[in-house]
T-cell receptor, first 113, second 114 residues
Framework: AQSVTQLDSQVPVFEEAPVELRCNYS??????LFWYVQYPNQGLQLLLKYLSGSTLVKGINGFEAEFNKSQTSFHLRKPSVHISDTAEYFC???????????FGKGTTLSVSS | DGGITQSPKYLFRKEGQNVTLSCEQN?????MYWYRQDPGQGLRLIYYSQIVNDFQKGDIAEGYSVSREKKESFPLTVTSAQKNPTAFYLC?????????????FGPGTRLTVT
């Protein structure tokens, strides 16, 4: 069965520092990958997605992610974080059955001044 | 504005009672989903429906039931058979056509059972 592993459950960082949130997925023939963000007591909002084409994907709020097929990774990066980026981030892969997203357990990003 | 609504935002029930969570979408999406979120567990799929009058069990369907009588509605019933019903429940939808993968999420319902 497909799976997604988010390697860090919590990432503390200071404001204006760079950040990387790591995500690995189990391999599959075709891979469609997503990063979502969740603010407290809210639903999930799509940050970015990789379906095909360029391996570097740019999303909203200055985030980007790089699809690396050989390392089965899809790490999320931001060069300079803000306090408002404090949230939980989820990596997800579309399942092989073509029916639903499979989510990782999430990474809590805490940005402090 | 198009989107997904879930009501209520907070729900409290006594143990042993069934409770139904509402999910409505006006995106004209074919597919709808219910996920359960617990701290540190990520999102786990309960049920999904790809078309009206049809639905499939997800990874943790025991103790839950759904119906899909209308395209825009996908209510979830948490039955008394669900051993640990307290959680945050998220509804999502997807266009459902070929080449569509992105899921859109509602704001969630936090259920507390005591």
């Amino acid at each position: 069965a497909q799976s997604v592993t988010q390697l860090d459950s919590q990432v503390p960082v200071f404001e204006e520092a760079p950040v990387e949130l790591r995500c690995n997925y189990s391999s599959s023939v075709s891979v469609y990958l997503f990063w979502y963000v969740q603010y407290p007591n809210q639903g999930l909002q799509l940050l970015l997605k990789y379906l095909s084409g360029s391996t570097l994907v740019k999303g909203i709020n200055g985030f980007e992610a790089e699809f690396n097929k050989s390392q089965t990774s899809f790490h999320l990066r931001k060069p300079s974080v803000h306090i408002s980026d404090t949230a939980e981030y989820f990596c997800a892969v579309f399942n092989q059955a073509g029916t639903a997203l499979i989510f990782g357990k999430g990474t809590t990003l805490s940005v402090s001044s | 504005d198009g989107g997904i609504t879930q009501s209520p935002k907070y729900l409290f029930r006594k143990e042993g009672q069934n409770v139904t969570l509402s999910c409505e979408q006006n995106l004209n999406h074919d597919a709808m989903y219910w996920y359960r979120q617990d701290p540190g567990q990520g999102l786990r799929l309960i049920y999904y429906s790809q078309i009206v009058n049809d639905f499939q069990k997800g990874d943790i369907a025991e103790g839950y039931s759904v119906s899909r009588e209308k395209k825009e509605s996908f209510p979830l019933t948490v039955t008394s058979a669900q051993k640990n019903p307290t959680a945050f429940y998220l509804c999502a939808s997807r266009a459902g056509g070929s080449g569509t993968y992105e899921q859109y999420f509602g704001p969630g319902t936090r259920l507390t059972v005591t």
